[in-house]
C-alpha cells in the first residue's frame, strides 16, 4: 500500500486531459458511434422488454427467474423518468466514468500516484471498459459496481480511523450485493478475496479482521436475502441465491461441443434457447434439445451429473477450456463494430499480447511474497483474487470473454505496475552507473 502523495503539476494536467478526453470519448461513443438504442437485438432486447413490463406493472414469472433483477429495474426506472431512453444513456455514461474514478483509486491507494496515472492513460482508451455503456446490459453497472466495491474494501483495510473500517466494509459489502444484483459472477470473486484477506490479515498479525469480515457480510447479505427471497418464490421453491441460470450455464459449459441448447419445458409450454459466444468460436455447430425448462436448476444439475459421471476426464478438459475462454478468442460479443472494422479484435488483441504478459510477469517476480503472504504482498493479492474467482466460477461454470471484461481493471493496474517497475529498475541503474566515484 502507498500513502497518497500530492500530485505533481505534470500528473495534474495527465489525470484532467484524461478525465475530459475520456469523458468525451464515451460521450461520442454512447450518443454517435454506438447509441445503444440502435442495437436492441438478442440479449439487449430482453433487458428492455424485461423493463418495459417493469414499468407497465407486468408479473414476474418463473422464467425471469433466469436473470438477476438489477439490470431491469435500472433500466425501468431510468424508462419511467425518461421514456426516450436518453437518461438511461446519459447514466450509462456516467457509469463509465464512474468505473474509470474506481481504477484510479484503487491503482493510487496500492501503488502510488505514477501507476495510477499509467493506470488511467489505458483506462481511458480501453474501448472494451466503455464499450458496453453502448448496449442495454448489465455489464456496465456490474463494472462500477465490482471497481468501487474493491474501492472501498482497500479503504476499509488502510483508514487509520477505527470507525471507518465498518464503514468502508459495510459500503464495499452494499456495492457487492448491488453488483450481484446486475451478475452473479462477483459472488466467487468476493469470497476468494475475502478468504486471502482474512489469512493474511492474521499471518501478519494485523486488526480488523472480524470487523471487516462482518461489515462486508452485513452489507451484501442486505441485498442477497432479498435476491434470494424473489429467485427461490420464482423458481416455485427451489432455493436460488440471485437468478436460475447458474444449473443452465454448468450444463452449458459441461455438456461437449454442442453450439446451441434449446430447453423445452412441456409443462408450461416455454422454450428457451441459449448459445455461448465462445462456441461459434471453437467452430461448434451442433444443436442439443433438453425436456425441461432452462430455469429447472435440479434438472440442469441432473443432466450435468450423469454427463460428467459418463466422462470425467472429459468434463475436466471441459473446466479448463471454460477458464482459457475467459482470455482467449478473437473478440467479445458484441463486438465493437464501426464503419465494418471490428475494433474488439484490437483490443482483445491487446489484451492477451501486452497488458496479460505484463500482468502475469510481474506477478510471477513477486511470487515467492505471494505464496508466503508476505506484509508486503496485499496489493497484488487484491488484484490477483478477484481474477481467480472468475476463474473459479468459469471452471465450475461457463467461460466467455464478456464476463472477463469488467474485471480488466485490474490486470491494467498490474501492467501499469510491472511496466513502472522496470522502468524505475532502469533509472536506479542510470543513477547509479552515472554517480560520482566515491573517494577513498
Not at 488502510?158 to 450481484?180: K, M, N
Not at 459472477?185 to 484477506?197: E, K, N, S, Y
Not at 452489507?219 to 436460488?240: K, Q, V
Not at 473446466?319 to 483490443?347: E, K, M, T
Request: aromatic fraction near 10%.
Amino acid at each position: 500500500m502507498q500513502p497518497l502523495l500530492p500530485l505533481s503539476r505534470a500528473q495534474r494536467v495527465i489525470v484532467w486531459v484524461c478525465w475530459l478526453g475520456g469523458g468525451l470519448l464515451r460521450l461520442i461513443y454512447v450518443l454517435v458511434l454506438h447509441p445503444p438504442t440502435r442495437h436492441v437485438y438478442s440479449d439487449m432486447q430482453g433487458y428492455v422488454q424485461r423493463a418495459l413490463n417493469r414499468v407497465a406493472g407486468g408479473p414476474e414469472n418463473i422464467g425471469d427467474s433466469l436473470y438477476p433483477p438489477g439490470t431491469s429495474m435500472l433500466f425501468a426506472k431510468l424508462h419511467q423518468l425518461d421514456p426516450t431512453s436518453g437518461l438511461t444513456v446519459i447514466a450509462q455514461w456516467l457509469l463509465s466514468l464512474g468505473t474509470m474514478a474506481g481504477i484510479w483509486v484503487i491503482a493510487r491507494a496500492l501503488y502510488g500516484n505514477r501507476v495510477a496515472v499509467l493506470a488511467l492513460i489505458a483506462t481511458t482508451l480501453y474501448l472494451p471498459l466503455f464499450h458496453y455503456a453502448g448496449l442495454f446490459l448489465a455489464e456496465n453497472p456490474f463494472t462500477f459496481c465490482l471497481v468501487a466495491a474493491y474501492a472501498c474494501l482497500i479503504k476499509a483495510i488502510t483508514t487509520s480511523r477505527p470507525v471507518g473500517t465498518p464503514l468502508w466494509a459495510l459500503a464495499a459489502g452494499l456495492l457487492a450485493g448491488v453488483a450481484a444484483s446486475l451478475k452473479a459472477t462477483i459472488l466467487l470473486p468476493v469470497a476468494v478475496t475475502g478468504i486471502v484477506v482474512i489469512v493474511w490479515l492474521i499471518r501478519n498479525r494485523r486488526r480488523g479482521a472480524v470487523t471487516l469480515a462482518a461489515g462486508v457480510l452485513i452489507g451484501m447479505s442486505t441485498l442477497l436475502l432479498p435476491l434470494a427471497e424473489r429467485c427461490t418464490r420464482l423458481a416455485e421453491g427451489h432455493f436460488c441465491l440471485v437468478s436460475t441460470n447458474t444449473g443452465m450455464n454448468a450444463l452449458m459449459g459441461h455438456a461437449g461441443e454442442y453450439a446451441e441448447f434449446v430447453w423445452v419445458d412441456p409443462v408450461r409450454n416455454s422454450t428457451y434457447s441459449f448459445t455461448s459466444p465462445s462456441a461459434p468460436m471453437r467452430g461448434y455447430t451442433a444443436p442439443v434439445r433438453l425436456n425441461f425448462g432452462a430455469y429447472d436448476v435440479p434438472a440442469n444439475v441432473a443432466e450435468l451429473n450423469t454427463r460428467i459421471a459418463a466422462d470425467p476426464a472429459a468434463a475436466l478438459r471441459w473446466s479448463l477450456r471454460n477458464v482459457v475462454d475467459l482470455f482467449i478468442g478473437r473478440d467479445f460479443w458484441p463486438g465493437a463494430v464501426y464503419q465494418q472494422r471490428n475494433w474488439s479484435r484490437a483490443y482483445q488483441w491487446m489484451l492477451q499480447w501486452l497488458l496479460l504478459p505484463l500482468a502475469l510477469a510481474w506477478l510471477i517476480y513477486r511470487a515467492p511474497r505471494l505464496i508466503r503472504l508476505r506484509d508486503d504482498s496485499l496489493a497484488e493479492w487484491l488484484l490477483l483474487t478477484p481474477l481467480l474467482g472468475l476463474m473459479l466460477t468459469a471452471f465450475i461454470s461457463l467461460g466467455e470473454l464478456r464476463f472477463r471484461i469488467p474485471f480488466d481493471g485490474f490486470v491494467i493496474i498490474l501492467a501499469a505496475q510491472a511496466v513502472l517497475a522496470v522502468f524505475n529498475r532502469e533509472q536506479r541503474r542510470v543513477n547509479r552507473d552515472n554517480a560520482p566515484p566515491v573517494l577513498p
